[in-house]
């Protein structure tokens, strides 16, 4: 069974920083492209980063562009969110979504998501 | 950015009812869309992708249509489980963008 579980969440300052992670199973890690989207309370979903099978090639929503970075450890069946520069904009729910692995940007898997909160 | 608007907003409907929920791409993409449902406090759920390929394990119930910028999603027979928000995503282009969401009520 694929799982996807995400960690690190909680309240920073506008300013801060923060890192979320997400721990894969039940499925070749190494051999997908990973994602990450966010909602805000209330709001619909928002595509945030992608970052390919082999950590080759990295792509970013412009509104995180410069502050958020992507990354993942295939050892350790692990994907990365570090977030900088944040701003209250940037709370939401954060989900890690798995890369259908044929086909177009199609999201097949979803962690249970994790609560970012930036407020003073 | 492609942008990609569902109507209804909200809709409510009957056990049983026939339901229809509408996205519009502001450009051709092709067949490039996918369906989610996002059940109250869950993640989302891919339903259907390349606008009408039923993701395995998804009920039956669900079916897609439409191409260029024009898609559908119908709910052949509402059941009480349905009730979620659907949202739709263009996956034509980098940054992929996803509709607002319709919330389907029962």
């Known amino acids: 069974e694929v799982q996807l579980v995400e960690s690190g969440g909680g309240l920073v300052k506008p300013g801060g920083s923060l890192r979320v992670s997400c721990a894969a199973s039940?499925?070749?890690?190494?051999?997908?492209?990973m994602n990450w989207v966010r909602q805000a309370p209330g709001k619909g979903l928002e595509w945030v980063s992608s970052i390919s099978s082999s950590g080759s090639y990295i792509y970013y929503a412009d509104s995180v562009k410069g502050r958020f970075t992507i990354s993942r450890d295939n050892a350790k069946n692990s994907l990365f969110l570090q977030m900088n520069s944040l701003r209250a904009e940037d709370t939401a729910v954060y989900f890690c979504a798995r890369r259908r692995v044929v086909g177009a940007t199609t999201f097949d898997s979803w962690g249970q998501g994790i609560l970012v909160t930036v407020s003073s | 950015d492609i942008q990609m608007t569902q109507s209804p907003s909200s809709l409510s409907a009957s056990v049983g009812d026939r339901v229809t929920i509408s996205c519009r791409a502001s450009?051709?993409?092709?067949?490039?869309l996918n369906w989610y449902q996002q059940r109250p406090g869950k993640a989302p759920n891919l339903l259907i992708y390349a606008a009408s390929s039923l993701q395995s394990g998804v009920s039956s119930r669900f079916s897609g249509s439409g191409s260029g910028t024009d898609f559908t999603l119908t709910i052949s027979s509402l059941q009480p489980e349905d009730l979620a928000t659907y949202y739709c995503?263009?996956?034509?282009?980098?940054?992929?963008?996803f509709g607002q969401g319709t919330k389907v009520e029962i």
């Open positions: 995503q263009q996956s034509f282009s980098t940054p992929v963008t």
């Open positions: 450009r051709t993409i092709s067949n490039y």
């Open positions: 039940g499925f070749t890690f190494s051999t997908y492209d």
